[in-house]
């Protein structure tokens, strides 16, 4: 699976963007998914996943109320639709896939990772 985010760019505090995940080379149903992101010298952190059927999620204690991901797996996309844009949201955002069905914060279930969209806030 390669996968590919897109989506990221600046936008105001307090805005709102969509960020995708799509793989062109084989089908994402089957598999879980998560978004993780990583601001300038800090770790990488985990912001949500969706189990494959779509219909589990889980979500950090940061994007619960702000953040959403669902996913159409016709389309063979996952999204992450953010609002309420803060300076703290500033980071690389990853799409990931799960080695497993249902939906995980642990970084050790995700065995492919996309190369990232930037997201810059601007206060």
């Known amino acids: 699976v390669q996968l590919q985010a897109s989506g990221g760019g600046l936008v105001q505090d307090g805005g709102s963007l969509r960020l995708s995940c799509t793989a062109s080379d084989s089908s994402l149903s089957g598999i879980a998914l998560g978004w993780f992101r990583q601001a300038p010298g800090k770790g990488r952190e985990f912001v949500a996943s969706?189990?494959?059927?779509?219909?589990?999620?889980y979500s950090s204690d940061h994007a619960k109320d702000r953040f959403a991901i669902s996913r159409d797996n016709a389309k063979n996309t996952m999204y992450l639709q953010m609002t309420k844009l803060r300076g703290d949201d500033a980071a690389v955002y990853y799409c990931?896939?799960?080695?497993?069905?249902?939906?995980?914060?642990?970084?050790?279930?995700?065995?492919?990772w996309g190369p990232g969209t930037l997201v810059t806030v601007s206060s």
């Open positions: 990931a896939a799960s080695s497993r069905t249902i939906a995980t914060e642990d970084e050790a279930y995700y065995d492919t």
């Open positions: 969706i189990s494959a059927s779509g219909y589990n999620i």
